[in-house]
């Protein structure tokens, strides 16, 4: 059997409101996910939120147990966060980092990314290196001796950029950099929900994540992966007494798993919420969630290729995700979103403040986003299309 379309729409209740094209950005919650969050708040005001999260502890444990099901790791490896910058923040500052070592960054590397990562190395000496990139904009992974010796210690990834369909050979610039013994940090933001994230097959140290994009959670959550043989070598920059044990009066212990990075407190019904998202996901199938997200984004690219004035800015070659992104002559994506979103279509926007290396080099200084899930229909997308090539007719009269 195919993917149940027609269920996945109907367990979407926001998509009367839009024809919602930014689950890139943040997505529409199915109707389980937003019943699960708003049931557990309604018995923290009944019970309090210790004794609510104590009914729940199974639900909450099945949330790593989701979480490894679908990227293929054990529970025990996978730490709960409030975001995947969190998630990621504590992986790279947990690395250990001298004057004198290299960090290895792609060239499609986030805002986020870019600054935590300059930050470090002006603390500790260390030097940034980008990995060299193709006509397409991914690794060259064929050009990666050079640049991966003995004085990197850290590589950090992004299989998916927020502003591109882009996809990263994730698997072989894993392989290189571990040969030299670099430590891996691969970013799943956009790719977490969209494609298959396999830890073992992509031979990563950590994998970062958010639940609000394409597994449809809800904001304030996400996750890290840690590879549990690397797990003993590492120390958060911050503990507390869930994610370390008290010893005594001056010692303490960390966790053995992946809580030690975890806090005590957080937000219950939305890590409750995000372990409903994927089970979601799992329950649908993801291979077929997959398949139809990339068989939209296809269909989208091909019409956008037929309208006048509309480019489309993805690679041409090698494999895309279901980001899709476009400029129009002579319309300003920001303010195009903001049209577009005024005339009930939402999409979304990348400036080259977030992507600094990837825009600036082809010289964009922002581009339109569209990404569909799902729940998006035919109609929805004919409706965009309608508004585009309205942009695109407005601005040539100009």
Request: avoid cysteine; charged fraction near 30%.
């Given at each position: 059997m195919g993917l149940d379309l027609e269920r996945v729409r109907a367990d979407t209740p926001g998509r009367a409101e839009t024809a919602f094209f930014d689950s890139a950005g943040s997505s529409l919650p199915p109707h389980?996910?937003?019943?699960?969050?708003?049931?557990?708040?309604?018995?923290?005001?009944?019970?309090?939120?210790?004794?609510?999260?104590?009914?729940?502890a199974d639900d909450l444990a099945d949330v790593k147990i989701a979480l490894g099901a679908l990227i293929g790791v054990p529970p025990a490896s996978v730490a709960l966060s409030d975001s995947a910058t969190r998630a990621w923040s504590d992986f790279f500052y947990a690395v250990s980092l001298r004057a004198g070592d290299r960090i290895a960054v792609s060239h499609i590397d986030y805002a986020t990314n870019a600054v935590a990562t300059l930050q470090r190395a002006r603390a500790v000496g260390a030097e940034i290196?980008?990995?060299p990139s193709?006509?397409?904009?991914?690794?060259?992974v064929?050009?990666?001796?050079?640049?991966?010796?003995?004085?990197?210690?850290?590589?950090?990834?992004?299989q998916v950029p927020t502003q591109s369909g882009l996809v990263e050979p994730i698997a072989a610039i894993a392989a290189k950099a571990r040969a030299v013994g670099a430590r891996v940090l691969l970013d799943a933001c956009q790719s977490i929900g969209q494609i298959?994230?396999?830890a073992a097959a992509l031979g990563v140290d950590a994998i970062s994540g958010t639940g609000r994009k394409w597994l449809r959670g809800p904001r304030g959550t996400g996750f890290l992966h840690v590879r549990e043989e690397l797990l003993s070598t590492l120390e958060p920059r911050s503990l507390d007494l869930h994610s370390a044990q008290w010893t005594s009066t001056d010692t303490y212990e960390l966790a053995l798993d992946a809580r030690r990075f975890e806090t005590w407190e957080c937000d219950v019904a939305a890590r409750l919420g995000l372990g409903r998202a994927v089970r979601y996901l799992?329950?649908?199938g993801p291979e077929q969630v997959f398949a139809e997200l990339s068989r939209r984004a296809a269909a989208i690219r091909e019409a956008l290729a037929e309208l006048p004035g509309v480019t489309v800015r993805d690679p041409d070659d090698g494999p895309v995700g279901a980001i899709v992104t476009l400029t129009?002559?002579?319309v300003d994506p920001v303010a195009a979103r903001a049209e577009l979103a005024a005339r009930g279509v939402t999409v979304g926007a990348s400036s080259a403040s977030s992507a600094r290396r990837d825009l600036g080099a082809r010289a964009l200084p922002a581009v339109l986003r569209i990404s569909a899930h799902a729940f998006v229909t035919d109609e929805d997308t004919d409706r965009l299309l309608i508004e585009l090539a309205?942009?695109?007719r407005r601005a040539g009269a100009h």
């Open positions: 389980p996910v937003l019943e699960t969050v708003l049931a557990h708040l309604r018995r923290e005001a009944q019970v309090g939120g210790y004794r609510a999260a104590g009914e729940r290196v980008v990995l193709d006509a397409q904009g991914r690794t060259d064929e050009a990666l001796d050079p640049v991966l010796d003995e004085r990197v210690a850290l590589v950090s990834l992004v298959p994230v396999d799992l329950d649908l129009i002559d002579g309205a942009l695109a």
